[in-house]
């Protein structure tokens, strides 16, 4: 079956950098954009940005440009995301999903979810 | 920051028909496609309906989408203890050139 599993909760400083993987099994990795999208403490799901696993091209939400960068590891159907500069408004759940739909089907998978605590 | 606004809360009665409203704009809803999810804290978001009105295989007919201009709405039909969480819509924002979510809307069952 269809997996995302992503990497464990991390504890950081503000001024840090924080890295998530999410390791994709049970369909092709290049196949469908990998999305990273957060949940904040007590707030909404914000959309970071995607990445297509076969090209490697990216596009990010204009809030998150400059900070976040996603990248993969097609040898091991993984994927990153690399957020810097963390700050105490950074603290959330972070997911990575992939999604694709058809007139006859879809396709929306998530992770886990991994809780970024950024505190001093 | 959240470009779609849901209403923050929808509540019923066991067996009640509830709607949750998203309201978004022309860059959106009105030219892309929605997408409501079911999110109980802690873990991962469940689609129930893609494309405006699809519903995944295994998500029951209680829940259905609709959409009118810059407007959607998800309604639960036979309303049940275990809907309650929380649900969100999204689109493609044709501006933010990015997927965009809801505010969210906390559904409780009375």
């Known amino acids: 079956q269809v997996q995302l599993v992503q990497s464990g909760a991390e504890v950081k400083k503000p001024g840090a950098s924080v890295k998530v993987s999410c390791k994709a099994s049970?369909?092709?990795?290049?196949?469908?954009?990998i999305n990273w999208v957060r949940q904040a403490t007590g707030q909404g799901l914000e959309w970071m940005g995607r990445?297509?696993?076969?090209?490697?091209?990216?596009a990010y939400a204009p809030k998150f440009q400059g900070r976040v960068t996603m990248t993969r590891n097609t040898s091991i159907s993984t994927a990153y995301m690399d957020l810097t500069s963390l700050r105490s408004e950074d603290t959330a759940v972070y997911y990575c999903?992939?999604?694709?739909?058809?007139?006859?089907?879809?396709?929306?998978?998530w992770g886990q979810g991994t809780l970024v605590t950024v505190s001093s | 920051q959240s470009v779609l606004t849901q209403p923050p809360s929808a509540s019923g009665t066991p067996g009640q028909r509830v709607t949750i409203s998203c309201s978004g704009s022309?860059?959106?809803?009105?030219?892309?496609?929605v997408y409501w999810y079911q999110h109980f804290p802690g873990t991962a978001p469940k689609l129930l309906i893609y494309?405006?009105?699809q519903r995944p295989s295994g998500v029951p007919d209680r829940f259905s989408g609709s959409k009118s201009g810059t407007s959607a709405s998800l309604a639960i039909s036979g309303l049940r203890s275990g809907d309650e969480a929380d649900f969100y819509c999204?689109?493609?924002?044709?501006?933010?050139?990015?997927?965009?979510f809801g505010t969210g809307t906390k559904v409780t069952v009375l």
């Open positions: 494309r405006d009105n």
């Open positions: 022309s860059s959106n809803i009105e030219t892309n496609y």
């Open positions: 049970g369909y092709t990795f290049t196949s469908y954009d």
């Open positions: 999204a689109a493609w924002d044709d501006r933010l050139s990015g997927r965009v």
């Open positions: 999903a992939a999604f694709h739909y058809y007139a006859s089907g879809s396709f929306d998978y």
């Open positions: 990445m297509n696993p076969h090209s490697g091209n990216t």
